[in-house]
């Protein structure tokens, strides 16, 4: 169910053993993720819960906890997300990147549609939004709105994290392969790469100065993730609309619009403009973006403990195969642009 404008967040469950569990998860998650780099501890905390749900009975009541994590925690996380979003960055970019940053998400989201047309239309979304902007933080913020089940943002999740981690080593073995500039090289990293992590650790590898412009490039692509969700939500509203008329289509077709659209959405957008006025202190923009971190490290463990692995095994390797073709034929079109066109 979409999360709507009008609905509050509700009290948290009380359940302490279920808040624990999730917790203990999560914490140790941090406390490993220095040993087992270059996986993120979104990514070990996913692992783990999922394992750790799946040894616990389906009918535990500390469940009650992990899914308002999932449905909450993870919409208040988004929202917090914005603050770690500078519009005026996009000032400092050349006209020429913004082509490169459109072509590639458009592509991906594109591209996923058409290649996982036999998925269900959420994991097509939610797929496609990690690869296309900026991985768990897009599979996040689209899951409520498009209403993709545990087990797909499980999926969608796995397959970006392990696409993205072969990509520190294989795209500057590309870079150099192909000939490419630093620039261009940079605006392959910064273009296709999912996760920030994953931009940084591939540009690191051809020098400061490729990093530098990837990680520019990538912080620009993911000011896409709120348009993209919004674009998503208006995709869902026409879908679901009902058409008894054209004039009452015509009349109400704003205002679904802007009620299926979750509240978070519109806090993500809002919280980026701030940022971008400069008027908020450097210390409070710093306390929000890791509030908004953790929040979603909370969230990604609720949502792994709520996943069963018997589905997840059943879903994954299509899923996973339509994802490495999205990710492989995205970074051929920026490859073939940046030989032909740079």
């Not at 994991?123 to 913020?141: D, E, F, V």
């Not at 273009?191 to 051809?206: D, E, K, P, T």
């Not at 054209?246 to 704003?254: E, P």
């Not at 929000?288 to 709520?306: E, N, S, V």
Request: aromatic share 8%.
């Amino acid at each position: 169910m979409l999360i709507r404008l009008k609905t509050p967040v509700p009290t948290p469950p009380s359940h302490l053993l279920g808040w624990m569990i999730l917790f203990g998860i999560a914490a140790g998650a941090l406390l490993i993720e220095p040993y087992l780099k270059p996986f993120d501890s979104i990514t070990v905390a996913l692992l783990i819960s999922i394992l750790v749900g799946n040894l616990i009975s389906s009918k535990y009541t500390g469940r009650s906890a992990w899914y308002y994590s999932e449905k909450h925690l993870l919409a208040i996380a988004t929202m917090l997300l914005g603050f770690g979003m500078d519009l005026s960055k996009a000032l400092n970019l050349p006209p020429q990147y913004w082509v490169y940053i459109i072509l590639s998400v458009a592509f991906a989201l594109g591209s996923a549609h058409l290649i996982m047309r036999a998925s269900t239309m959420s994991l097509r979304w939610t797929m496609g939004a990690g690869q296309a902007i900026c991985g768990n933080s897009a599979i996040a913020a689209a899951a409520p709105v498009v209403g993709a089940t545990s087990t797909e943002i499980g999926v969608s999740v796995a397959t970006v994290n392990l696409l993205g981690t072969l990509g520190i080593i294989i795209f500057p073995i590309l870079a150099t392969h192909f000939g490419l500039s630093e620039e261009a090289s940079a605006l392959l990293f910064g273009s296709v790469l999912q996760s920030v992590g994953h931009v940084a650790g591939a540009g690191q590898a051809l020098g400061s100065d490729v990093l530098s412009v990837a990680l520019l490039v990538k912080m620009v692509r993911i000011l896409w993730l709120g348009p993209t969700v919004l674009f998503m939500g208006w995709v869902i509203a026409h879908m679901n609309a009902q058409t008894p008329s054209r004039n009452q289509v015509s009349k109400g077709r704003a205002s679904r619009i802007l009620s299926v659209i979750p509240w978070y959405v519109w806090g993500f957008l809002i919280s980026s403009l701030l940022v971008s006025t400069g008027f908020i202190p450097p210390i409070l923009i710093g306390f929000m973006k890791y509030a908004g971190k953790y929040l979603l490290l909370l969230a990604m463990t609720g949502i792994g403990l709520g996943i069963n692995i018997r589905q997840l095994l059943s879903a994954g390797p299509a899923a996973g195969m339509g994802g490495t073709l999205i990710f492989m034929l995205q970074t051929l079109l920026i490859i073939l642009l940046l030989t032909q066109w740079a």
